[in-house]
């Protein structure tokens, strides 16, 4: 059985950090498509930042130059870096992985669709205040 347990949330104040980790079991992250998204209550989920198979990254607009997706394979882990947060940052932040095609043979937006991925993980909250 898949599991992916997200950490590493809490509150924080404009302009600070946080590290977001997942760590999946069940489910081997190397050479895999992982994604971190986030939602707002009465917003739809939104793709953050995902890397695929072949290892390529995307983010969205909104967090470009601030946060940075990586893996430890040998933790088995992914990580969601994030530096000078935002107010509009604020959100619960989920983990997802299993989307079935490489980066380069898909959509721009097919990154940020969470109806590609195929494992889900609980979440975590995230809070920047002003």
């Known amino acids: 059985q898949v599991q992916l347990v997200e950490s590493g949330g809490g509150s924080v104040q404009a302009g600070g950090s946080l590290r977001l980790s997942c760590v999946a079991s069940g489910y081997t992250i190397s050479n895999k498509c992982m994604a971190w998204f986030r939602q707002s209550p009465g917003k739809e989920r939104e793709g953050v930042a995902a890397?695929?198979?072949?290892?390529?990254?995307k983010y969205a607009d909104s967090v470009k130059g601030r946060f940075t997706i990586s893996k430890d394979n040998g933790k088995n882990t992914l990580y969601l870096q994030m530096i000078g947060l935002k107010p509009e940052d604020t959100a619960m932040y989920y983990c997802?992985?299993?989307?079935?095609?490489?980066?380069?043979?898909?959509?721009?937006?097919?990154?940020?669709?969470?109806?590609?991925?195929?494992?889900w993980g609980q979440g975590t909250q995230v809070t920047v205040s002003s």
């Open positions: 997802a992985a299993g989307c079935p095609y490489r980066f380069a043979f898909a959509g721009a937006e097919y990154f940020a669709s969470p109806g590609v991925y195929e494992h």
């Open positions: 890397s695929d198979s072949d290892g390529i990254t």
